[in-house]
């Protein structure tokens, strides 16, 4: 099993798209950060509109690396779905494609074992793209932007909170966070693997599986009721987001935010436990389709 995920991961590595998802995330953190460093106090404006008549901020001092790292979160994850799409739409598609798909499945190795080893070379392939998005959007915020206690806008219904978290009550909450994020992410690519054993190209899967998202998406912010109830409960989609819950702090009967604390952990373990089910009936569904499958190619 060791030497086969070796080899996925190897092929992996030697797909010029796996580079371009690694090229995408840079540039686009770059953008942020040069945009921010040449006009933060007007985009700051921008995002505060709603805020700015109730509090006095100074924003400048605000806008630090730990926010900047927020703010790229909040628009980067909802596009990373799409370059993990890329690579796992390929595991088994791609080989069929090249007419490889037979020469595997003559070696020695089960059905089960080539769909295991192409999904964990896909999951350690979301786990390394999210440590470069670490090192880009928070590394290399705090370089630019440098440290000190981090602002975070909520909005609940017609309420706006700014919440106030310590220096030293942050890092540990995006290292939850980015975990977080890489169980959210792992179910997009068990999702494009399930896919692309139906296709023999990877187009196909791919496209399939951000169409998916994208739709998923859209209908789990959807505010009705009906669909609150009956439909969002059981949309892996729901909980992407699940990650900022844990820079919602409690606060004690004074409204005292308590270091260290997380308001709701039950809802973050219950999302993450939502998560993991959907990973674990995805891959067991594809290794039955996949150990029923005829290969012809």
Not at 100 to 121: D, G, V, Y
Not at 226 to 250: H, M, N, Q, R
Request: proline share 2%; glycine share 6%; aromatic share 12%.
């Amino acid at each position: 099993m060791w030497t086969l995920l070796g080899i996925e991961l190897f092929k992996i590595s030697k797909r010029p798209r796996t580079y371009i998802s690694f090229a995408a995330i840079c540039a686009i953190v770059l953008i942020f950060q040069f945009a921010f460093k040449a006009d933060g106090e007007n985009y700051m404006n921008l995002m505060l509109q709603g805020i700015n008549d109730s509090f006095q901020l100074n924003k400048l001092n605000a806008m630090n690396g730990y926010f900047m790292c927020y703010i790229i979160l909040n628009t980067l994850l909802v596009q990373v779905p799409i370059l993990v799409a890329l690579v796992a739409g390929d595991a088994i598609s791609g080989e069929a494609n090249m007419g490889t798909l037979r020469l595997i499945l003559s070696k020695p190795i089960s059905r089960q074992e080539l769909l295991i080893a192409k999904f964990l070379s896909s999951m350690i392939y979301t786990v390394i793209l999210l440590i470069w998005m670490a090192i880009c959007a928070l590394g290399l915020s705090l370089i630019i932007f440098g440290s000190g206690d981090m602002l975070v806008f909520r909005v609940a219904g017609e309420v706006s909170q700014i919440m106030q978290i310590t220096s030293d009550d942050i890092l540990w909450r995006y290292l939850a966070a980015f975990g977080y994020a890489a169980i959210a992410l792992t179910v997009i690519a068990a999702l494009a693997i399930f896919f692309s054993l139906f296709a023999e190209n990877s187009i196909g899967p791919i496209i399939t599986t951000i169409c998916i998202v994208l739709v998923f998406t859209i209908v789990s912010n959807m505010n009705i009721p009906i669909i609150d109830e009956y439909v969002k409960p059981y949309l892996f989609t729901s909980y992407l987001v699940g990650w900022k819950g844990f820079f919602y702090i409690a606060t004690n009967q004074e409204g005292i935010p308590i270091r260290g604390s997380v308001e709701d952990i039950q809802a973050i373990q219950k999302s993450i436990s939502i998560l993991l089910a959907h990973i674990g009936a995805i891959l067991l569904i594809s290794i039955y389709i996949f150990r029923k499958k005829d290969i012809l190619s």
